[in-house]
């Protein structure tokens, strides 16, 4: 049974840089990095290998060099990597993306049974968090979102248990497998690749997909395919802050100096 992991590779935000004609990310020369949450998603289903011998697949949609993110997961114990690549597939939204996705696990499906998706719960780029909930809305699947810990997976009855963390609450959820599992950071601490495993991976194959094994109608994928498009990207202007009662050091005076300037701007009224 398969266990399979959706990978994004990302640009290392911590670098990123906005065009301000063209209002879009510079992506010349920018690092890139897998999707962090993701690594959390892989660690997890490598975690579901380890303990219930599941082989894990790593999909990933985006240009060819995402090969280089695929080989990571392979050097930290993937056993298979499909690159989803193709023009047609460029300038998707979340709704293109999620099915792209979700037809080539379909189309993994058809070779061996798929018992679990893995997913990070966002990316660091888009930051939608809609990509997991749309591949398994179009697959039929259960989905469980800010999953923090997988209580336990039981194979005989189809059920899996997992712990989500809500705003300052858990909740112990039970579904029925296949289902999709959006994972946050605090689920796991991801592993490191050891020496032989990336010399391994420097010479295993990544499978490619484009559209012509695909077969995907044109007018679903890509631009074409998208509901939504970003018209522009744009850091918001800074407001200017303002030093209140500089060497004021009675908390009262500050308080009061604080509450005057606010009625002074209509913030509040006395
Ligand atoms: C700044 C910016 C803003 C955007 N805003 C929107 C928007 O508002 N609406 C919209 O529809 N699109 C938007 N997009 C496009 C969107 O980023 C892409 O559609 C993207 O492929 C998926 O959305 P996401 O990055 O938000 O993923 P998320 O939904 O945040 O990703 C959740 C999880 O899905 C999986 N996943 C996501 N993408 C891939 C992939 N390519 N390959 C494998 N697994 C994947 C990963 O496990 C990931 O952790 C935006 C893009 C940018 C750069």
Request: with cysteine; net charge neutral; glycine share 8%.
């Amino acid at each position: 049974m398969l266990v399979v992991a959706c990978v994004k590779q990302v640009p290392d935000t911590t670098q990123v840089k906005i065009d301000p004609v063209a209002g879009t990310l510079i992506r010349e020369g920018v690092p890139f990095i897998m999707n962090p949450f993701d690594a959390h998603a892989l660690e997890e289903s490598l975690r579901l290998k380890d303990k219930y011998g599941f082989r894990v697949a790593v999909i990933s949609m985006g240009p060819p060099n995402t090969e280089v993110t695929l080989r990571k997961a392979l050097a930290l114990g993937a056993d298979e990597t499909i690159l989803l690549s193709d023009r047609a597939f460029g300038g998707a939204d979340t709704l293109a993306t999620s099915l792209v996705l979700a037809e080539a696990i379909k189309k993994l499906g058809q070779k061996e049974e798929v018992a679990m998706i893995v997913c990070g719960r966002q990316t660091i780029d888009g930051d939608t968090a809609q990509v997991g909930p749309g591949i398994a809305t179009r697959l039929g699947y259960a989905q469980l979102t800010l999953v923090d810990r997988i209580e336990n997976v039981d194979l005989q009855a189809r059920k899996i248990k997992v712990s989500r963390r809500l705003e300052g609450r858990h909740e112990i959820v039970e579904a029925p497998l296949p289902a999709l599992l959006a994972v946050i950071r605090e689920i796991n601490r991801p592993r490191y690749p050891t020496v032989p495993m990336r010399l391994m991976a420097g010479d295993a194959t990544v499978t490619l997909w484009d559209n012509k094994t695909m077969r995907l109608n044109q007018e679903t994928i890509g631009l074409k395919g998208s509901a939504t498009q970003v018209r522009k990207i744009f850091s918001p202007e800074r407001a200017r802050g303002e030093i209140l009662g500089d060497g004021v050091n009675n908390p009262q005076e500050a308080a009061n100096l604080l509450v005057d300037k606010l009625v002074e701007k209509g913030v509040i009224c006395l």
